[in-house]
């Protein structure tokens, strides 16, 4: 009797083990669900991704050529010069996963290491899947220098004059 039970405890053992290793996977699933929904409603509710500026010093503005691309590596992001003189620093986070995009100098391009999403040099998008342009840091031009602010991110939906930052205004 006890030798026909033993196989009937096991595959009954086996079968609580499996359910609850689907209940934990499921479980696991729903909360990473759950943070990605999270994130995403908290990130597409404002323009700004953070909200307490920090500006950081880089430099006179003719420390930087039209036309340069400058990796700030103490804010995470790129401080581009345009060949028109305006300046825009744009956030290294590609706006499809926040893989850290990389500026390629030969092709005059940012390029995403991760799902091959490319950048034009103001952030535009030139290959998806990434959604939307390169988030942009504010700077502001003071006596000659530049200073970024590297906590805030602003999301930008396209790409505008406005969004350049000139150290004597144009026109
Ligand atoms: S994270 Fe950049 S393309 Fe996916």
Redesign the pocket.
Known sequence: MSIEKQPQNQTSNRRTFLSRLWIGLGLVALVQFLGGALAFLVSGTGKKVASKPLFIEVGPVDNFAPGSVTLIRQGELYLNRLEDGGFLALSRK??????A?AWDEEQKLFA??????TFDKSGRVLK???PRPLDQHPLVIENGNLSIDIETRRRRQSIKPEQLTYAVKKG
């Open positions: 590609c706006t499809h996963l926040g893989c995009i995403c290491p991760c799902h091959a999403s998806a899947p990434a």
